[in-house]
């Protein structure tokens, strides 16, 4: 089976949930961004929490989010996996790469991560924070083209930030100031020209379902059916 969560911000305590003592060797746990559990190669406690997970029986997959250290994530080379490009971090665990589209059980899943820190203007490159958190044009332009390539017909898209529509109708719902980037408005013209099933994005810390085919999911563990 299929599972998705929101962001995780290295808390192992997100891997506690109920739902995933059942799963297995042939399931997935897809993280919406902020996974977090590679920030610092020198911390001994993160590298006990990634031997924890390495020892799940499940495969955990997960889109950058704006709170990673991206030196340590691209610094794995890319790997072919199930269909799309992927970093490698351990047997069972999977970093989905921008623009790309994989495979799970019969299913497509189209990712792009990436955001941007509402605080970005008031820290520097590589002291916690990183301009890689963006992406480049020419990762918005590989997720199009595989889009493309694919007629324009995805089963899942899973995406850390949101279509502008979804945030505003958030703004709407809850009163909280929002922004708009052009990330938002990238993935807004995905939306209107993209055939698809549901969308997931982790990035507004919220579980909500927005509509019937977009979901905004931070703690919750939603199976894939």
């Given at each position: 089976?299929?599972?998705?969560?929101?962001d995780?911000?290295?808390?192992?305590?997100?891997?506690?949930?109920?739902?995933?003592?059942?799963?297995?060797?042939?399931?997935?746990l897809i993280?919406?961004?902020?996974?977090g559990?590679?920030?610092?190669?020198?911390?001994?406690?993160?590298?006990?929490?990634?031997?924890?997970?390495?020892?799940?029986?499940?495969?955990?997959?997960?889109?950058?989010?704006?709170?990673?250290?991206?030196?340590?994530?691209?610094?794995?080379?890319?790997?072919?996996?199930?269909?799309?490009?992927?970093?490698?971090?351990?047997?069972?665990?999977?970093?989905?790469?921008?623009?790309?589209?994989?495979?799970?059980e019969?299913?497509?899943?189209?990712?792009?991560g990436?955001?941007?820190?509402?605080?970005?203007?008031?820290?520097?490159?590589?002291?916690?924070?990183?301009e890689?958190e963006q992406?480049?044009a020419?990762?918005l332009?590989?997720?199009v083209?595989?889009?493309?390539?694919?007629?324009?017909?995805?089963n899942?898209i899973?995406?850390?930030e949101?279509?502008?529509?979804?945030?505003e109708?958030?703004?709407?719902?809850?009163?909280?100031?929002?922004?708009?980037?052009?990330?938002?408005?990238?993935?807004?013209?995905?939306?209107?020209?993209?055939?698809?099933?549901?969308?997931?994005?982790?990035?507004l810390?919220?579980?909500?379902?927005?509509s019937?085919?977009?979901?905004?999911v931070?703690?919750?563990?939603i199976?894939i059916?």
């Amino acid at each position: 089976m299929i599972y998705l969560t929101g962001d995780t911000h290295g808390d192992l305590s997100c891997f506690k949930n109920p739902k995933l003592n059942k799963l297995g060797e042939k399931d997935y746990l897809i993280v919406c961004g902020d996974f977090g559990f590679l920030w610092d190669s020198e911390s001994e406690e993160e590298k006990k929490k990634l031997e924890q997970l390495k020892k799940k029986k499940y495969t955990i997959c997960f889109v950058d989010g704006v709170h990673e250290n991206f030196d340590i994530i691209n610094s794995y080379q890319p790997y072919r996996w199930k269909g799309g490009n992927a970093h490698k971090i351990a047997d069972n665990i999977f970093h989905l790469m921008r623009g790309e589209i994989f495979t799970f059980e019969g299913k497509t899943f189209f990712a792009m991560g990436g955001g941007e820190s509402d605080d970005a203007d008031a820290r520097e490159n590589g002291d916690g924070w990183w301009e890689a958190e963006q992406p480049t044009a020419e990762e918005l332009k590989n997720g199009v083209d595989n889009l493309l390539n694919s007629e324009r017909s995805i089963n899942y898209i899973l995406t850390y930030e949101a279509p502008t529509v979804a945030k505003e109708i958030l703004s709407q719902r809850t009163s909280r100031n929002i922004s708009i980037s052009p990330l938002n408005t990238y993935l807004q013209e995905l939306m209107k020209n993209i055939d698809y099933t549901h969308w997931y994005f982790g990035s507004l810390h919220i579980d909500l379902k927005i509509s019937k085919k977009m979901t905004a999911v931070f703690n919750d563990i939603i199976e894939i059916k």
